[in-house]
């Protein structure tokens, strides 16, 4: 199994990886339209690229009252048909990684296996990797790192 | 691609017109730096002053800013310049164009002058006009962070201290270091009361074909990234042109009294004050440096002209100075220019204590960086140096023989260019004095080049010698052609072809990128017509400001002077063969003898539009 990860050191901001991700989705040049946000702040000296972790127990599958999320192949996918558009797994993500814009909710799908973000990114600040012990465990890191951030 | 519109402001009256900019407009002039240009020339009246509500000032985004499209994240500031009273024309790089395009609008255009202190805010479709007297006062960073707070998310375009004083030479600023930094731009933000735009959006830019851009792109970004430069301009940036100029002996020295400086200045010093490199918005490239010293940079253009031209060699001290100028508002090329003038001009007592009220000499750290507060709050001398080379008429004629500048415009290029006579018509020629981002065929530099690729790029004939005259004409007008085109495009210097590299985005991917974008078949040609038809409009609005042959020619040092150190000892301009050049240049470009657009071509212009 192949996931998203990030190396925030090397992400220099320049949001390639989310127009990248409208353009293929929406047909649209808007990182604020993506499912990939780079969070950046010139002044405070940092750029981060928020994906989705693809959780293991994910918030967005479990509290969908219209049971629109599955999980296939590792992937939480949303299905467009069952959604209303509530938002809640927007609101209720822990990462921020579910993004509502324009009435569009928009959840990561790894592209079908090729990500745009990926694709896109000129130095290697994305990468598609395949699962391994030391890959996960800086995930991990990753996301309890981001948590404590989002907490202060 | 054609959702965006055109927000045209006017601050006397208070009022604001949101309108269509005409598919028309867009095919003869594309965006950014071409379609401002032509509203300059078609709103502003010749002779005004810069300073008086009748200026009009331009933000303007290039056609494809904003968009996947590599390195899109350029605008341009356009107004008549209150440091030249010309054509005034800055490109800008940084996030705020791309939010202005999210915001809804491709170019906003200001006029009047507002009674107090005001900001724009643009949000979504709509434009404000707000109070800005608590941002009053306030630097750069101060007031972008503010903004940000009181806002949320936006991205701004300010001016300084020195912009609010009317320092002719006052830049535009956005983010930490991007810069709309030539022709006192930001000055004429403080001239109208308008001390920032913010732009905050959420509209993406509609593609007409987004698989092909998807495909295009992919394509543009892998034979880019395997050029080596990209990756040395990735890791070093700009300072790698200090050691290549020095090497030659070709970096203004002491107001170019000497033409090398010390190895201290090296990229790979620099480096080493280097947290992290950064990009501007669609950027591949990451040249930006974000300094241990608090701020970002320096650039070449600082190295040489905070540097050397004042004779500073300590990296530390260099930074700094760039960073104070970031965080007043001023053009790190003036500033360094006007300076290292006034230095030479004192130790030659050609100005004395009485206009300077103190000592001034080369290589003070301490003096230039109290001289840069001073002149942005224009104070005692500081006053008399915000004039720019206004000064001529107060220190007198012969202080003209010391002044690096074309034009009115101090000169931008650290490189000296005494050796390189292709560089040397180019500062001549621009349309907003001397300036190298105009036209300078950088490719001369490299010595190595073999000569069927210059031929290839510039035409037949071109001999592989920086120091002939013969056919360099056509290097220039190859360049400035192009250049215009990337900056209407909205696209940055840095990978158009012929600028860093004999590769890179020519017309054919400039073509596939537009037609991926708009849906428009441009083929090259067209292309290459928009490029011509901004440089004979620039002309037209400096001719009509009184600009002739008289006024394109260089500093009096390049001609009389030789220079002394390393490779290019000896070398000068001779103004014959110089003159000669300049002629072959006009023919080219189809203007007269005396450097004019010819009238049937102005009727032409004026026709289509």
């Given at each position: 199994m192949k996931y998203l990860y990030v190396y925030p050191e090397k992400c220099t901001g320049c949001r390639e990886c989310s127009i990248a991700c409208s353009l293929s989705k929406f047909g649209e040049c808007n990182p604020k339209k993506a499912a990939i946000t780079v969070v950046r702040d010139e002044f405070n000296r940092y750029e981060f690229p928020i994906v989705c972790f693809q959780c293991e127990d994910p918030v967005c599958l479990k509290f969908c009252h219209q049971n629109a999320y599955h999980i296939k192949d590792g992937v939480t996918i949303r299905d467009e048909d069952k959604c209303i558009g509530c938002r809640l797994c927007a609101v209720l993500c822990p990462y921020n990684a579910v993004t509502t814009i324009d009435d569009e909710i928009i959840k990561c799908d790894l592209c079908d296996g090729d990500p745009k973000c990926v694709k896109y990114c000129s130095t290697g600040a994305i990468q598609y990797l395949d699962v391994t012990d030391e890959l996960e465990k800086r995930r991990k890191k990753m996301a309890e790192r981001f948590l404590e951030i989002s907490k202060k | 691609m054609f959702n965006k519109k055109l927000g045209i402001i006017d601050l006397s009256k208070n009022k604001i017109t949101i309108k269509q900019t005409p598919e028309s407009l867009k095919w003869l002039f594309l965006g950014g730096r071409g379609l401002n240009s032509y509203y300059l020339y078609k709103m502003i009246k010749p002779g005004i002053d810069p300073f008086s509500p009748n200026n009009v000032l331009i933000f303007g985004s290039g056609f494809l800013t904003g968009t996947l499209v590599p390195n899109s994240s350029r605008f341009n500031v356009s107004s008549k310049?209150?440091?030249?009273?010309?054509l005034g024309d800055a490109n800008c790089g940084g996030y705020f164009a791309a939010e202005l395009r999210y915001a809804g609008f491709d170019r906003l255009i200001i006029l009047g002058k507002a009674k107090k202190p005001s900001y724009l805010y643009v949000n979504d479709g709509k434009i404000e006009i707000n109070d800005a007297r608590d941002y009053w006062g306030m630097d750069t960073t101060e007031i972008q962070k503010n903004l940000k707070k009181n806002l949320g998310g936006v991205e701004a375009a300010v001016c300084g201290v020195a912009g609010e004083n009317l320092v002719r030479f006052a830049c535009v600023r956005t983010g930490v270091k991007n810069a709309a930094g030539r022709c006192g731009l930001g000055a004429v933000m403080g001239s109208k009361n308008l001390k920032a735009i913010a732009a905050r959006g959420t509209k993406g830019i509609e593609i007409s074909h987004p698989e092909e851009m998807l495909e295009v792109v992919e394509q543009l970004k892998d034979y880019i990234m395997n050029s080596k430069i990209t990756s040395i301009l990735g890791s070093v940036g700009t300072p790698l042109l200090y050691e290549v100029s020095n090497t030659l002996g070709a970096i203004r020295t002491k107001n170019s009294q000497l033409n090398a400086w010390s190895d201290s200045l090296n990229a790979d010093v620099i480096e080493t004050f280097v947290e992290k490199m950064i990009s501007c918005s669609s950027c591949i490239v990451h040249c930006r440096h974000r300094n241990k010293l608090n701020g970002e940079g320096p650039e070449y253009t600082a190295l040489g002209l905070l540097g050397a031209n004042l004779g500073i060699d300590d990296p530390a001290q260099v930074i700094e100075l760039n960073n104070i100028c970031n965080e007043l508002g001023l053009d790190i090329s003036s500033s360094g220019t006007i300076l290292a003038w006034a230095f030479e001009l004192y130790e030659n007592g050609i100005i004395n204590k009485e206009i300077t009220g103190e000592d001034l000499h080369f290589g003070d750290f301490e003096l230039a960086k109290r001289l840069l507060y001073k002149i942005s709050r224009r104070e005692a001398f500081g006053d008399i140096l915000a004039e720019s080379t206004r000064n001529i008429k107060r220190f007198g004629e012969k202080s003209k023989d010391y002044l690096i500048a074309v034009k009115g415009l101090p000169q931008?290029?650290?490189?000296?260019?005494r050796y390189i006579k292709a560089f040397a018509l180019g500062i001549a020629t621009s349309s907003r004095g001397a300036?190298?981002?105009?036209?300078?065929?950088?490719?001369?530099?490299?010595?190595?080049?073999?000569k069927e690729i210059k031929e290839r790029i510039y035409g037949r004939g071109i001999p592989n010698d920086p120091t002939s005259y013969v056919a360099k004409e056509k290097t220039v007008y190859f360049s400035d052609n192009i250049f215009a085109a990337i900056d209407s495009l909205g696209i940055c210097k840095f990978i158009c072809h012929g600028f860093n590299s004999p590769h890179f985005v020519d017309y054919t991917w400039m073509k596939k990128l537009i037609h991926s974008a708009s849906g428009w078949d441009f083929n090259e040609k067209d292309i290459l017509e928009v490029g011509k038809r901004i440089i004979d409009i620039e002309r037209m609005f400096n001719n009509r400001e009184?600009?002739?042959?008289?006024?394109?020619t260089l500093p009096k040092r390049y001609f009389d002077d030789p220079m002394s150190l390393k490779i290019a000892k000896g070398h000068h301009i001779d103004r014959e063969e110089f003159n000669n050049l300049l002629l072959r240049y006009y023919k080219l470009r189809g203007w007269t003898n005396d450097g004019q657009v010819k009238n049937d071509r102005v009727k032409e212009l004026e026709a289509l539009m």
């Open positions: - | 310049s209150p440091e030249t009273g010309i931008s290029d650290p490189h000296d260019c300036d190298h981002l105009r036209s300078r065929p950088t490719l001369e530099i490299f010595l190595n080049l073999p009184g600009i002739s042959k008289k006024d394109d």
